[in-house]
């Protein structure tokens, strides 16, 4: 293969190596699911011997978009939002796109427009929506109008699989309170998540489905709103064990809440697990971090956010990556037999 000529190689050194034009070249670098594999093989590998660094604002010129994957959320888990950070840096890693994170008032009137404003002036390359306005259709629509690819995070189905990433937030806690059913509590608590969140309606949901197939009876004197926030869930805690008689067990929709409901319980003399059993929902480093160490839900938060990314870089891998993700119970310290 000969070389090409002295200096910094470009795309045209790169097609005529190749054999190929520039817009194969093109194609081959933007991850284009329009070519065969020898024909991606043979320019990537003069594209390493070259060298080549293809020039990202041109790119991003001739593409009419930056490569920028944006996170649009509106969300008080900040544990939440960090482990989706987390799972979109790792798919993105050693490539050109860059993660920019814009928080929304899911309230203001304002919102849909501001998400205009700040999508045409970014042009992003992709977008990965957090609940819950991710269930908010209006904001996918908007995403259609301006041809910016998304995907949507949530705790059911929301789209179809090229633009969603889902978990099963209600079979995962039905399956954690029929875990505290056969340790042998029967008076079980439930704090649960914010109102307007799909996944705390969902958490709502498994809870119940719980109770009715242990034939438990639903007591509203040990159910208490939180809003996915630590203090919520002292505020929830205070509540459920001021209740008479006290549940001997708690079940809350995040890990916050949970850590919440265990400094209540502290507060007034109880000891957990023996006083008290607690399980929370996401699995954060929260669970594993306070005393005693958390049984939780892990929500693979992580891996769901990094099939999103992909499906939003890679079009030839997105095809390959999962839409739906299951939750586990991460079985710790801090349940007890009844």
Known sequence: MSKAKEGKPTINDVARLAGVSKKTVSRVINRSAL????????VEAVIAELGYVPNPQARALALRRNFLIGLIHDNPNAQMVLGVQEGILSAIRDTEFALVVRPVNRRSPDMLDDVR????QQRLFGVMLLPPISENDALA?????????????????LDDDEHMVASN????????VAYLVGQGHQRIGFV???????????????????????????????MAQGNYTFESGIAAGEKLLAASPRPSA?????????????????????????DLSII?????????????????VRWPIQAMAKAAAIKLIDPAEARDQPSHFLSDLIERASVAPA
């Open 141 to 157: 629509q908007l995403c259609e109008e301006l041809g910016v690819t998304y995907v949507r995070m949530g705790s059911v189905r």
């Open 250 to 274: 708690i079940f809350a929709s995040n890990d916050e809440m949970a850590a919440g409901v265990l400094h209540a319980a502290r507060s007034i003399g109880m000891s957990v697990p023996e």
């Open 169 to 176: 937030d209600r079979e995962a806690v039905a399956k954690a």
């Open 35 to 42: 070519l065969n594999a020898s024909t991606r093989e043979k």
């Open 280 to 296: 929370g929902f996401d699995d954060t480093a929260i669970a594993a971090h306070i005393w005693p160490p958390l049984t939780t």
């Open 117 to 120: 404003t700040f999508l045409e």
């Open 192 to 222: 649960a998540g914010p109102e307007g969140f799909r996944s705390a309606a969902e958490r709502d949901l498994g809870y119940r489905d719980a109770l009715e197939r242990a034939r438990i009876r639903l007591d509203s004197a040990i």
